[in-house]
């Protein structure tokens, strides 16, 4: 029974992760479509629509998770399927930008909900033996659901309207809905709730400027009175939590959880690790489309190397994290993707499919190796009571690491010129030795940017070493139940 139990879980949380993660990325293909309905720039407001929903995911995962470790599991995810059902219903049916807007803030609502838990349903459903193996697909969906954002909304926004990347949700949300209340059974006890509230609103506050500010700061400027004031905003709301937290009862982050050097570490490698390889998915259509001038279908076609490879090797390498450990594996995985990273960045006007698929399918058996060992050495190291707050913690290291890896990519990739050359390649302005000269500066920002993310990802390597060398996950003794 709980063998078929721990599959019924696994594909609950596949629904809700993959809408989650999907809707970060699907949106930036259509943000000109959705501009053009309605005669806006496609700079300022209409960014809303992207930044609105990454700022609510931002502020509200560590609460979310904390509150699953009160009342349970059920309820939040629930919840959480519900308001993003909603959610991408309103966004679908927005009369107005501002709407549009608000609807997306209140569909990260639920986003923060389904992302800040997932990781704790999946290793309360299976055994702390074959943690690593559950952790491990989960991985996989959050690497398919980012990676197909862009592809599966260019095909959309093509073939129909930028509406329908919205109700694509919701017959997947309403099934799921309808799924988790007949099969997924509540097991955990609720405790009394005790609601750190100075907490949550300084964690809220400091991490939805500091993703705001990321966003941004390309645009501001990196030294705009406006991007200091939001990161300094975000600097001292997080500053303050430390010394918060430290004297409340039932604080929303028990600060204790980093005094463990593998929780610690596998949660700044987790960091490095997005930091690192997210600039792919964010620099490539780039590539792709400006510099190679291949269409929107082409470019989705040629990315899904890097999804595939993880979907692949992400499940065997957590079942080889269950039996041998973490710590050689993420380290292994970070220095593969260093070499993933090495050869992207060698990539130019005239490389040949061959190449762009071995650096994608490298950096992909990287990314694979490294995410499913080091989820499961983080969830690991915190206790069965504090599973909630740990996956809070781990969704919240993944978006920071998102969303400063876009704003790290794009400052260097504009400093050596990158994204002038990009525009002007894109208006088919350029001919001759100005095309020439272009491209041969958007090749060299490329190359540079890419050695940036290596050598982040050469740092992660550290980070993944550091940690203590961790018994096999069969030589510790099971827990308690739940």
Known sequence: MRERCKWIVLGLVAVGVFMSTLDTSIVNISLPSIAGYFHAPLTGAVEWVIIAYLVAVAALLLSAGRLA???????????????????SAACGLAPSLPLLIAARGFQGIGGSLLMAISPALLTSAFPREERGQALGWNAVIV?????????????ITQHFTWRWIFFINLPIGIAGLLATAWL???????RELRWDVPGALLLGIGLAALTMGLSFGQ????????????LGLAIAALALVVPVERRVKSPVVDLSLFEDRVFSSASLALVLSFLAMFAVSFLLPFYFEQLRGFS???????LTPLPLTIAVVGPISGRLADRHGTRWLTIS??????GGLALVSFLDARSPFWMIVAALVLLGLGAGLFQSPNNSALMGAAP?????????????CRVIGQSTSVA????????????????????????GSQLQAAQATFAHAFHITFLVSCAVAFIGVFASAVRATQPRPAERELPRAA
Request: net charge neutral; proline share 4%.
């Open 143 to 155: 690497g398919l659901g980012v990676s197909a954002g862009p592809s599966l909304g260019g095909v």
């Open 384 to 396: 069965r009571e504090r599973q909630g707050v740990a996956a809070g913690i781990l969704a919240t």
């Open 69 to 87: 470790d009160f009342i349970g599991h059920k309820p939040v995810w629930i919840a959480g399927l519900a308001v993003f059902t909603a959610g």
């Open 219 to 230: 645009e501001w400027g990196w030294r705009s009175p406006m991007l200091l004031g939001t």
């Open 184 to 190: 997924l059974a509540p097991k955990e006890h609720g």
């Open 296 to 302: 929107v279908e082409l470019s989705g076609l040629l």
């Open 333 to 338: 995985g970070m220095l593969v993707a260093c």
């Open 408 to 431: 790290l990519a794009g400052a260097v990739f504009a400093l050596y010129g990158g994204t002038s050359a990009g525009n002007a390649l894109a208006s088919g302005s350029q001919a």
